[in-house]
């Protein structure tokens, strides 16, 4: 599904990843933890296409096709999908308006019809249910007033909707409380297919207790030090990163 | 090297002629063509407003007008010019319609008009020397403003209406001004409306351009809302783009009334919009709003003076402006507080999106505070799209033309909530998109 080689990418003359090789199969779970600064995010905002990245060498593969070159809708519409770590607040957009945009672009992209407004109402209705958030609050502006915990799992609902088949979680679970913790997990759990695979970055151990990852990567100084199953996640929770900040340097 | 003005350019000494051979056969005697006199004189001892006249600073009209049209004669086919316009078709409402500045009978509802209200074209009103008249020129900030003065020295016909006291308008009263023609002319009608006390009533005001000839397009509409009135209107600019458009509203507002007043512009090659406003009684409240979206080189500029002169009043103004290609756009803003206008409290917020490097905004809020106990605040913003919203709207799917739109939608939208009445909030929601529609 995606597959990294040697990606090297600056930012403003800062190297930020460093030759970093990725491989994430269809159907897998796979989890990336690593330090503040490592590079998690850069990482995951250059697979969507965010255009201030100077990619400087290597190519990053969704299904066989460099994806480098292509614009962040193009690469939507071959289903990436970035759940933000920051999701953004843009007032004088209801998320209702937001929602629907999102799904009939996409839908046109792959050469579908548009969604009739009672067909789009009951999925949108539907899949808030699951993720417990408040109808009223699909008709305020996309993120605003939202609490942190709200904007996530407004993340997850546009997921869910637009049923992409790479997704990549940012700190999905960063802000939410157990609860939430849970309701998000079982969404994502909900999207698991053996066609569709998961990028999920996160600082803790408990988010891989509801979503369990088939692999787990380390990620220091902008790139992957160590692989290995769901268990590398609990030694890190215990030994920290100190081990591999000095093996990146 | 020494710039040289000369002391009148082409287009005064045209104007100085024309309203020496005008004067006697423009409408109204005794003391109407003594005060068309006086306000030619303050038209031909400014000349025409340019780059050093302060309040005229960024829109310099000398410059813009090389020669000034003739006054437009009542276009033979009045009906045929109305009938061509589309502002506000969609909004049920009583229409009064103004072809090249002349009142067109046979396309306005004067037959069906609401109860409580009525309508006197405004050549007949000058001829018989209408006591309407009396509510004209009210608005002190206005005195002595150009565009005000020209109407007033060459104002033809135009409309006086009233709304009885008391009386709830239950459709919109739509000032249809169309232009059109085949060889350049000036227009300048006049609309009184008063709104007496306890009234309420809805106004809509479009300005059309349908013919092929550039005009040069200049209205008064003086607003008196008495105690207790509630007044919505909205006005659209939607000119031809080689037309030279100016606009003004002078209103006056009694105590305890509301008034909200959005400017829709998307028309004109050059466009002032004018905003006199003083508060006359207190506990009032006032919105005022504006929504301008602007391309290739056109000029619009948003001129407004609210006065506080009473305590206890409010007032909000919110301007919006997008501008593209080498478009420029003008906002000039003064709230005054008058040493009696205490507890008063104002916010003026003007907020401008450049869509092309080429694009130009001047952004000018001001503040005259002479009474203590107020809170009064203005803020002034000027930038592009947000790099980062584009990138998360893209990254959901959405084409960048599609998401730039969506943004420029949101950012314009919030203006166009000012309006309640949802028709013609919806027209003026359509005629964005189009707006946007054409730049992809
Ligand atoms: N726009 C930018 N300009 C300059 N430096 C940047 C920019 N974006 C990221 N960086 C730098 O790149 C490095 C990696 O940042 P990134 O956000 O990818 O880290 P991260 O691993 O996601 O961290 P965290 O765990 O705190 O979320 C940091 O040192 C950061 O300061
Ligand atoms: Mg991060």
């Known amino acids: 599904m995606l597959q990294i080689n040697n990606l090297v990418v600056e930012i403003e003359g800062k190297r930020i990843l460093n030759g970093l090789d990725l491989t994430v199969k269809a159907g897998e779970v796979a989890a990336i933890m690593g330090p503040n600064g490592s590079g998690k995010s850069t990482l995951s905002y250059v697979i969507a296409g965010k255009e201030e990245y100077e990619v400087l060498d290597g190519e990053i593969l969704i299904n066989g096709e460099n994806i480098l070159e292509l614009e962040p809708n193009e690469r939507a519409a071959r ?34 019809e548009e969604l009739t407004t009672p067909e789009f109402m009951k999925r949108v209705k539907a899949a808030a249910e699951k993720l417990h958030i408040d109808q009223e609050m699909l008709r305020r502006g996309l993120n605003v007033g939202f609490s942190g ?66 692999t787990v990567h380390v990620m220091a100084n902008g790139r992957i030090v160590r692989s290995g199953g769901k268990e590398l996640a609990l030694e890190l929770e215990a030994s920290g990163y100190a081990d591999y900040r000095e093996q990146a340097a | 090297m020494a710039e040289i003005t000369p002391i009148r350019t082409a287009a005064e000494v045209a104007l100085v002629e024309r309203f020496a051979s005008l004067k006697d056969r423009l409408p109204g005697s005794g003391d109407i063509a003594r005060r068309r006199d006086e306000a030619f004189a303050l038209v031909a001892a400014a000349g025409l407003p340019n780059r050093r006249v302060e309040e005229w600073k960024y829109t310099d009209l000398r410059n813009a007008v090389r020669e000034a049209a003739p006054l437009a004669e009542r276009p033979a086919d009045a009906a045929g010019l109305v009938d061509r316009a ?9 229409r009064l319609s103004f072809a090249n500045g002349h ?15 009525t309508v006197t074209p405004l050549a007949a009103a000058l001829a018989q020397g209408h006591p309407l008249l009396a509510e004209m020129g009210k608005v002190a900030v206005a005195r002595g403003n150009f565009a005000l003065a020209l109407n007033s020295a060459f104002m033809v016909d135009g409309a006086l209406v009233k709304v009885a006291a ?17 060889a350049p002319f000036a227009t300048a009608p006049r609309v009184v409306i008063l709104v007496e006390d306890g009234a309420s009533v809805t106004i809509l005001e479009s300005h059309e351009g349908v013919g092929t000839a550039a005009y040069q ?22 000119e031809q783009v080689d037309a030279i458009s100016l606009s003004t509203l002078a ?33 009032s409240s006032l919105t005022l709003g504006g929504a301008t979206m602007l391309r290739g080189r056109q000029h619009a500029d948003t001129t407004l003076v609210v006065d506080h002169a009473v305590p206890h009043c409010e007032s909000r103004e919110l301007f919006k402006t997008v501008v593209d290609g080498e478009a420029t756009g003008v906002f000039q803003g003064k709230i005054i507080v008058r040493p009696d206008a205490q507890k008063t409290d104002g916010r003026m917020m003007s907020a401008a999106l450049l869509l092309s490097e080429t694009a130009t905004m001047n952004n000018k809020p001001e503040l005259e505070i002479f009474a203590d106990d107020v809170q009064c605040a203005h803020g002034a913003t000027c930038g592009a799209l947000d790099d980062d919203l584009l990138f998360y709207l893209m990254a959901r799917g959405l084409p960048r033309a599609a998401a730039e739109a969506l943004l420029v939608q949101a ?16 027209e003026l929601v359509a005629r964005a998109e189009a707006w946007l529609a054409e730049r992809a």
């Open chain 1, 79 to 112: 289903g990436v999908f970035l759940a933000f770590q920051y999701p953004l607040e843009i007032p004088g957009v209801s998320t209702m308006t937001f929602l629907k945009a999102i799904m009939n672009a996409q839908r046109k992209a792959r050469e579908e």
């Open chain 1, 149 to 214: 915990g709200e904007k996530k799992r407004m993340e997850i609902l546009q997921m869910a909707l637009l049923e992409p088949r790479f997704c990549i979680l940012d700190e999905t679970d960063s802000g939410l409380d157990i609860d939430a913790l849970k309701i998000v997990a079982d969404g994502v759990n909900s999207l698991r297919d053996p066609a569709r695979a998961f990028l999920v970055i996160t600082h803790y151990q408990r988010l891989l207790n509801h979503i369990v990852p088939d």
């Open chain 2, 86 to 94: 589309s502002a506000f078709a969609g909004v049920d409402a009583v």
């Open chain 2, 103 to 117: 009142f067109v009978a046979e396309r306005s509802d004067l037959a069906v008009l609401p109860a409580g209200v």
């Open chain 2, 166 to 182: 008391g009386t709830a308008v239950d459709k919109a009263l739509h000032l249809r001004f169309v232009n059109g023609g085949t």
């Open chain 2, 217 to 238: 397009a200049n209205s008064v509409v003086e607003l008196v809302a008495g105690k207790g009135t509630a007044v919505a209107h909205t006005r659209l600019n939607a």
């Open chain 2, 251 to 283: 209103v006056t507002l009694g105590a305890e009334a509301r008034l909200t007043s959005l400017g829709v512009v998307t028309g004109g090659g050059l466009s002032r919009h004018q905003v006199f406003l003083a508060f006359s009684g207190e506990q």
């Open chain 2, 411 to 426: 950012f314009i939208g919030e203006a166009l909530e000012l309006v309640e009445d949802e028709a013609v909030r919806g």
